[in-house]
């Protein structure tokens, strides 16, 4: 429990508020239908009964049975003897405008009843509704607020702002607010991204004014994207394989993706902001997969970029000396040390690059006689050939991959935008990584899944994406 803090329950806006919400607070939940507000009050409520905290939730639109029922289908039940506190509910659902008095005197002697902390309206746009004139759902508003003041509760306020508006409820809540919390929901790509912004908060330093959430599993605040330290959970396990598809070597990703098809083409589009870290979390697993199943692996790493990062992220996922050198072939540009997995590739002699690349991609096929993974960022791709010559390559390897039933996952960075067009002519399947407000989400495109933020595990034993869905 933080000193003068009511916790909202959601701890990145816990922490981005301070430590929460200033006590005796009266705070303003706005948002269009579907955005989250109910569940955010509600998490308020079951944190308060957490601590010890007696709650009140003042039901104006849905009713009392609708609003326990919604919690504690995400695992919030208000009812719960467990609790040291404790949620009330009142159903005012049927109030009218001659009992607009009465209704506040009940609110007010409930608070004194049960010696309430926190109060939840929900909604005071139902409430205004009750009314003729708009005059008198602003004055009923100020009495309000000055009851809650009287009171000593920390408050939530509900207002309903009509899809399609912008202006919060009656225009006046804002300035009689002591806090405003708004929530949105927006179409990107064609997939839903929720966020909230702080627009105030008497008291408190507000650290980050937009952040996203998501619903799964009740309402969730995330974090900029961060490396975390490896935890001591178990080590990485290899993922079977399908008849006809590849694992991922994630699970989680698998289910999202439902695999790679066998001789499938995948683009994987990298966009402005993403770090090498988080293609790593994508493409390390599958590499391990790969050769844990005694099965080739070819690459070629963006321009400028050495082996050493590639071989020191697989080691971190159980991949010996042993089985790289014997498996994986690193395509490099510049001057490195000699070793078996390196593969030494000249910018300045297309032809024989080729050839090197094709001949030593046919060794380890044969060696392997298995189908092969071959990973190839376009900008180190572009960088090894002309732009016309790298085209033909490439639809080349695409439809080796499909003869062979082995797997082509091309990456493409802002700036490979001419060659990632031609690339995406000859793909089965893509994916998107893109950034908002520091949260990186994937999903795909080819064929279309919801989007998911990514975040590092930091129970794994090795490096490990945990993907979150953006309900």
């Not at 205004?128 to 008198?136: E, K, V």
């Not at 002591?178 to 064609?190: A, M, P």
């Not at 399908?242 to 066998?262: N, V």
């Not at 996952?409 to 995406?424: I, V, W």
Request: aromatic letters at 4%.
């Amino acid at each position: 429990m933080t000193e003068g803090r009511a916790q909202t329950g959601v701890t990145n806006l816990d922490e981005n508020l301070e430590g929460g919400i200033p006590r005796g607070n009266m705070v303003l939940i706005a948002g269009n239908p579907g955005t989250g507000k109910t569940l955010l009050c509600g998490e308020f409520l079951h944190r308060g009964a957490e601590e010890g905290e007696r709650g009140l939730y003042v039901s104006l639109a849905e009713g009392r049975a609708s609003f326990l029922d919604y919690m504690s289908k995400i695992g919030r039940d208000l009812e719960s003897p467990a609790l040291p506190g404790g949620v009330d509910v009142m159903d005012l659902v049927t109030i009218k405008e001659q009992g607009i008095e009465t209704l506040m005197e009940e609110i007010l002697d409930r608070i004194d009843e049960l010696g309430a902390e926190r109060l939840v309206i929900d909604s005071f746009s139902a409430l205004a509704g009750a009314f003729t004139q708009t005059i008198d759902a602003r004055v009923a508003l100020h009495i309000l607020g000055k009851l809650v003041k009287r009171s000593g509760c920390t408050t939530l306020l509900v207002t309903e702002i009509p899809t399609g508006g912008s202006s919060l409820g009656l225009g006046v809540e804002e300035f009689l607010a002591d806090g405003i919390i708004h929530l949105t929901r927006e179409s990107i790509g064609g997939g839903v991204v929720r966020s909230l912004e702080v627009t105030k908060m008497r008291g408190t330093e507000i650290r980050a004014p937009r952040q996203l959430f998501t619903l799964n599993g009740g309402f969730r605040a995330l974090e900029p994207f961060r490396e975390r330290q490896t935890g001591h959970g178990p080590p990485f396990t290899p993922t079977p394989d399908t008849p006809d598809r590849f694992s991922a070597g994630q699970p989680q990703l698998d289910e999202i993706l439902g695999g790679f098809r066998r001789g499938d083409t995948v683009l994987i589009r990298l966009g402005e902001g993403i770090p090498p870290l988080v293609a790593a979390l994508i493409l390390a697993p599958l590499r391990a997969n790969f050769t844990a199943a005694g099965r080739g692996v070819m690459m070629i790493p963006p321009g400028g970029t050495g082996s050493e990062r590639v071989t020191r992220f697989d080691e971190r996922l159980g991949v010996t000396p042993q089985r790289r050198d014997a498996l994986i072939r690193i395509a490099v540009f510049a001057p490195e040390p000699e070793a078996r997995h390196v593969l030494r590739l000249d910018p300045d002699d297309p032809k024989m690059t080729q050839r090197i690349w094709c001949e030593e991609k046919t060794r380890l096929a044969a060696k392997t006689g298995l189908p092969l993974l071959k990973i190839i960022y376009l900008d180190g791709f572009d960088y090894l050939w002309p732009r016309d010559q790298a085209r033909r390559v490439l639809d080349a390897e695409s439809a080796q991959t499909k003869d062979e039933s082995s797997l082509l996952l091309l990456l493409s960075h802002p700036g490979s935008e001419e060659l990632e067009m031609h690339a995406s002519n000859m793909c089965n399947a893509q994916i998107e990584v893109r950034s908002e407000q520091g949260v990186f989400l994937l999903r795909g495109l080819q064929p279309r899944t919801q989007l998911h933020a990514i975040e590092m595990d930091p129970e794994a034993g090795y490096p490990r994406l945990t993907l979150t869905p953006m309900q």
